[in-house]
C-alpha cells in the first residue's frame, strides 16, 4: 500500500493518493457539498476546504481503513464543522425521526429533474450531520455495512435509519419503499 | 450504481446531477493557507473589541475613582480581559484537521466538534463576556457611589452622558448571555443524542 511506504516518498505518496482520490470521488465529494451548503459560493468554499483537508490528511493515511471511508470520513469531517461554523441557530436542524413526521409536498411523478434535485438537496439540508452523513452514503449507493464504518452507526441502528430514509423518500418522490436496498 | 430509468428515484436524481470536481493543485493549496490565516487574523482582530472595551471602562474607572478597592478591581479585570485572550484563542492558527479525524467515526468526530463548540462557548462567557460584566457592574458601582457622596451633582456632567451608552451595553451583554446559554444547552443536547446513538450501536 502507498499509504506505507518510507517518509523518503512520503510527499510524493500523499500527492498520488489525494490525486487518486479525488479523480475516484471527486464527483461524490462535490455532491456531498451541495449536501452541506446550499449557497454556490459558500459551496465552493467548502468543497475546496474537503480537498485541501483531504490533501493533508493523507500525509497520515496508512490502509487501517479503505480510501473510500478514508476519503468520506474527512469530507463528513470538515462539512459538519462548517454546518457546526454558518448554522446560526443550530436548533433548527432535524432528525430524521423527526423530518419523517413533517407533512412533505408530493410535487407529482414526473417533476422536472431540477426540481426533484433542488427538494431532495434541501430535504437534505433540514437534517442534522450525522443523518446527513447516512443519507448522503444512501444516495450514493454505499451499502450499510460501509456506511456502519464511515458513521461508525452499528448496523442496526444504520438499518434503522435506512428504512426511515426509504420511507420519507418513498412519500416525497413517489418512490417505492422495496425498491431500495 | 442503480439501475433505475424512473426519472423520480432519488437515488438516480442525486447520481446524475451535474457537478464540476475541483482538483487541488499546489497554487491551491498555498492560496487556501494564506486565506485560512487571513480568516484567523480576522477573527483574533474581531475577538480584541471586548478586551479593548474593557480597558476603556476599567481605565476610565481607575482615572476617576479614588478607593482603592474600585481600582483593584478595575485592575483584576484588566488582566482577566487579556488573559482571557490566550484562553479563547489558543489553538487558532492550527487549521489542521485533528491527526485522527479520518480514523474517527462520523460519529466521534462530530461529537468532538459538538462538544469543542460548547466547550469554545463556555470559554467565551467565562473569558469574554466575565470581565465585560465585572467592569460595567463595578463602574455602575463607581458612578452610584459617586450619586450618593455628591448628591447627584456629577451624574450632570460626562457621566450622565454615559447613561445610554451604558444601558446599551448591559442590553448587549445580558443578550449575549442568553443566546450563548440556549445555543450550549442545543449542543449538550445534540451530545446527549449522539451519546445515545453510540450506546445503541454498541448494544
Known amino acids: 500500500m502507498r499509504g506505507t511506504e518510507s517518509s523518503s516518498t512520503g510527499a510524493e505518496s500523499q500527492d498520488d493518493l489525494y490525486r487518486d482520490a479525488a479523480d475516484k470521488f471527486g464527483s461524490s465529494l462535490e455532491r456531498l457539498a451541495r449536501a452541506y451548503e446550499a449557497d454556490p459560493e459558500k459551496r465552493r468554499d467548502l468543497s ?14 496508512d490502509a487501517r481503513c479503505s480510501v473510500r471511508t478514508w476519503v468520506y470520513r474527512v469530507a463528513h469531517h470538515v462539512a459538519a464543522s462548517h454546518v457546526l461554523r454558518e448554522r446560526r441557530t443550530f436548533s433548527k436542524l432535524v432528525s430524521l425521526e423527526e423530518l419523517e413526521m413533517l407533512p412533505g409536498k408530493d410535487h407529482g411523478q414526473f417533476a422536472d429533474q431540477g426540481v426533484n434535485l433542488e427538494r431532495l438537496s434541501m430535504l437534505i439540508q433540514q437534517l442534522k450531520p450525522l443523518d446527513r452523513q447516512v443519507i448522503i452514503s444512501y444516495l450514493e449507493d454505499i451499502d450499510a455495512e460501509s456506511i456502519g464504518e464511515i458513521t461508525g452507526l452499528s448496523s442496526g441502528n444504520v438499518a434503522m435509519r435506512i428504512h426511515r430514509i426509504k420511507n420519507i423518500l418513498a412519500r416525497r418522490f413517489h418512490e417505492g419503499g422495496g425498491h431500495a436496498k | 450504481m442503480r439501475n433505475d430509468s424512473s426519472g423520480n428515484d432519488p437515488r438516480t436524481i442525486w447520481q446524475n446531477q451535474p457537478t464540476e470536481p475541483s482538483v487541488m493543485t499546489l497554487e491551491k493549496i498555498r492560496r487556501k493557507t494564506q486565506e485560512l490565516r487571513a480568516r484567523t487574523r480576522r477573527t483574533l482582530l474581531r475577538g480584541i473589541t471586548a478586551p479593548l472595551l474593557v480597558a476603556g471602562i476599567s481605565g476610565y474607572g ?142
Open chain 1, 48 to 61: 475546496q476546504d474537503i480537498h485541501f483537508q483531504l490533501w493533508r490528511s493523507f500525509q497520515r493515511y
Open chain 2, 62 to 203: 481607575i482615572a476617576s475613582g479614588d478607593s482603592p478597592m474600585m481600582r483593584a478591581i478595575f485592575s483584576f479585570t484588566i488582566a482577566w480581559s487579556m488573559a482571557g485572550q490566550y484562553f479563547v484563542n489558543r489553538g487558532m492558527w492550527s487549521a489542521a484537521l485533528p491527526d485522527d479525524a479520518a480514523l474517527s467515526t462520523g460519529l466521534e468526530s462530530y461529537r468532538r466538534e459538538v462538544e469543542h463548540r460548547r466547550d469554545l462557548f463556555g470559554r467565551f462567557l467565562l473569558w469574554t463576556l466575565g470581565p465585560v460584566v465585572l467592569a460595567l457592574t463595578t463602574f455602575i458601582a463607581l458612578l452610584l457611589s459617586f450619586g450618593i457622596r455628591n448628591r447627584g451633582m456629577p451624574l450632570k456632567g460626562t457621566l450622565l452622558n454615559m447613561v445610554p451608552f451604558l444601558s446599551l451595553l448591559v442590553i448587549w451583554a445580558v443578550g449575549v448571555f442568553v443566546i450563548r446559554m440556549r445555543d450550549r444547552r442545543e449542543l449538550q443536547r445534540e451530545i446527549n443524542e449522539l451519546n445515545d446513538a453510540e450506546r445503541e450501536s454498541a448494544r
